[in-house]
């Protein structure tokens, strides 16, 4: 099995920054894809970055030029820096990565949470 655990959110201000590790572990040939979602009451969860296993990024237009997604392919985690932070980035924070031979593998979630 693999298992993906999420870590380094908070509480932060505007303006402010956090940054979000994701490590995956156990039965990995390889990771494919790694991404990051997030879910805020009473919304959908949405896909905010992917990385490829190339390192192709992609964001959605809401973090664009204020998140980077980074992976360190040695220690399977992937990153989420997060800058310029606004209320509307509140939200629970999901890893998600695509394991060859495993599939789709999420994590349990971490709250990010940012005061006006």
């Known amino acids: 099995q693999v298992q993906v655990v999420e870590s380094g959110g908070g509480l932060v201000q505007a303006g402010g920054s956090l940054r979000l590790s994701c490590a995956a572990s156990?039965?990995?040939?390889?990771?494919?894809?790694m991404y990051w979602y997030r879910q805020a009451p009473g919304k959908q969860r949405e896909l905010v970055a992917t990385?490829?296993?190339?390192?192709?990024?992609i964001y959605a237009d809401s973090v664009k030029d204020r998140f980077t997604i980074s992976r360190d392919n040695a220690r399977n985690t992937v990153f989420l820096q997060m800058n310029s932070l606004k209320p509307e980035d509140t939200a629970v924070y999901y890893c998600?990565?695509?394991?060859?031979?495993?599939?789709?593998?999420w994590g349990q979630g971490t709250q990010v949470t940012v005061s006006s």
């Open positions: 998600k990565v695509n394991a060859r031979f495993r599939g789709d593998v």
């Open positions: 156990g039965m990995i040939v390889s990771i494919n894809a």
């Open positions: 990385i490829t296993s190339g390192g192709t990024t």
